[in-house]
């Protein structure tokens, strides 16, 4: 008898990128998609197909999440796929640990849209690459988000500087 190995997918990618349309083909038909994201659809204001982002509400949307992480790993959900940028800091430490404590196998995901592959070769050689063209994508990106999430391009522009092309699941459990 084969038995299934339980997996958790991080996803790994800047907005407007592809994360979410990658995620929810990770998850297929047997598993979940867990963004944070959601939590300013369903949780705050009145109209679920309405963004209703908050700063302030960040903390708990995060909470929310990784609660909704729990239940899928004690319900034995497979996949899980946790569709927020997944970097090397505390959170992703978070889901790294859960996911480990219930003896998932935690993989980091990237996108695989067109953009997000010249993209990421930009990102590998950030510190060769004119700043100009780093700033136009980040633009591009900011412009693409506003009609979901609205990421300022001040924030992309922070996370392309702060980018690993090269993070693994042990870079994660060593910050």
């Avoid at 705050?44 to 708990?60: Q, T």
């Avoid at 790993?73 to 640990?97: M, Q």
Wanted: proline share 3%; hydrophobic share 35%; glycine share 6%.
């Amino acid at each position: 008898m084969n038995q299934r190995k339980h997996i958790a997918y991080l996803m790994r990618g800047l907005p407007a990128c592809g994360k979410s349309h990658r995620a929810r083909r990770l998850a297929g038909s047997d598993g979940i998609v867990l963004e944070t994201d959601q939590y300013f659809y369903t949780q705050v204001g009145d109209d679920p197909g309405s963004y209703d982002y908050s700063n302030e509400r960040l903390s708990d949307a995060r909470s929310w999440n990784l609660s909704r992480f729990r239940a899928a790993l004690a319900h034995g959900v497979s996949p899980i796929v946790i569709d927020r940028g997944n970097g090397l800091n505390s959170e992703t430490l978070a889901y790294v640990l859960l996911a480990h404590e219930s003896r998932y196998q935690v993989e980091l995901r990237e996108l695989d849209s067109p953009w997000w592959q010249e993209l990421r070769v930009l990102l590998k050689y950030k510190d060769d690459v004119a700043a100009e063209l780093l700033d136009r994508w980040a633009e591009s990106l900011a412009e693409r988000s506003r009609q979901t999430h609205r990421v300022p391009m001040k924030t992309i522009q922070r996370w392309m500087q702060s980018w690993r092309s090269d993070l693994t699941v042990n870079d994660v459990l060593q910050c």
